[in-house]
């Protein structure tokens, strides 16, 4: 048995199934009835799409982590239930029946233990950490902990037959509808709580609001985001230039945040002036420079000269 799992969905292609990145491992996360891609993740429509993972054995003392964000909260919908059907041996993660709160659910067999531990948020990106040793089970919630049960029970050693991601083993149940960036599995390992906070602090910034969900996007440590492309994203779209989404634009942090405010608010306006006197300049000595041409300048120099500069500046 491979010591951790790792399904990465951030920017997932087509139909085809996401191979766990643990090297040695082939176990595919395979999407069902209609689940896509996105450079977010794995979306859900909340109707009847699911994930089905390849079958493993596994148990004992184990951590989960997930990045996941719910659209809207249909009842008991889970964010991954592993089991060997409704009521066996199940181990999930799923909003408590009708209300937010975040539910961590062992069996062993049919006996059931579960940890109830604070409120999913919608539309809200959430990083969630489970782990389970021995009998104490915890819930960490965006690198805090939120939960812990001490006379809970480790999920039994065997292969089970479902591996669900967005779907539970009780057909009464509803489907998950929302986004999981990624889910990972941490096998004979319960993480610490210094672990979890790594591992918050490091979250890809594919996802959520924390970065650009591009390919080339660096990684924003928890608490900062990429304000430059929040401010760009709307103007590009409105003059068609979809293609400078590829530029990654770098994430404001303590250190640099009067830096980006500068670029922000004078770096415009001296490219604006520049363009202007660049302008009164050639109409002057008779040059045939429309203003129309003056603009076009004016929106390169902003929205791909500044950019860069901007990127070599907060990197």
Not at 21 to 31: H, K, P, Y
Not at 79 to 93: P, Q, R
Not at 187 to 208: F, R
Not at 224 to 252: E, K, S, W
Request: net charge negative; hydrophobic share 35%.
């Amino acid at each position: 048995m491979h010591d951790a799992h790792s399904w990465n969905f951030l920017g997932c292609s087509g139909d085809s199934p996401v191979v766990d990145e643990t090297v040695g491992s082939s176990l595919a996360a395979t999407a069902q009835n209609g689940a896509s891609c996105s450079t977010e993740g794995m979306v859900f429509d909340g109707v009847d799409d699911y994930v089905d993972i390849d079958d493993w054995e596994w148990g004992g003392t184990t951590s989960f982590e997930v990045y996941v964000k719910y659209d809207s909260f249909n009842s008991y919908s889970h964010v991954f239930d592993f089991s060997n059907g409704e009521n066996s041996d199940n181990a999930y993660l799923r909003r408590h029946e009708t209300t937010f709160t975040i539910h961590w659910s062992i069996r062993q067999g049919s006996t059931n233990l579960n940890l109830y531990a604070s409120n999913w948020e919608s539309p809200t990106w959430t990083h969630v950490v489970l782990t389970v040793s021995s009998t104490t089970m915890k819930v960490y919630k965006n690198g805090a902990l939120v939960g812990t049960k001490t006379n809970g029970h480790e999920p039994n050693v065997l292969a089970r037959t479902q591996h669900w991601c967005g779907r539970s083993a009780w057909s009464t149940s509803g489907y998950f509808d929302g986004t999981i960036a990624y889910l990972k599995i941490y096998h004979n390992k319960e993480l610490t709580d210094s672990e979890v906070a790594s591992l918050q602090n490091t979250i890809q910034c594919y996802a959520g609001s924390y970065g650009a969900g591009l390919p080339d996007c660096i990684p924003c440590p928890f608490g900062t985001f990429a304000y430059l492309r929040l401010q760009y994203r709307l103007i590009l779209h409105r003059v068609n230039l979809d293609f400078l989404y590829l530029m990654p634009l770098g994430c404001i942090t303590t250190s640099n945040f009067h830096r980006t405010l500068v670029a922000m608010t004078l770096g415009p306006f001296i490219l604006g002036s520049l363009n202007i006197l660049l302008y009164i300049v050639l109409r002057a000595s008779g040059a045939n420079y429309r203003a129309n041409e003056a603009f076009d300048w004016f929106l390169f120099m902003t929205f791909l000269i500044l950019p860069s500069v901007c990127t070599k500046i907060f990197r």
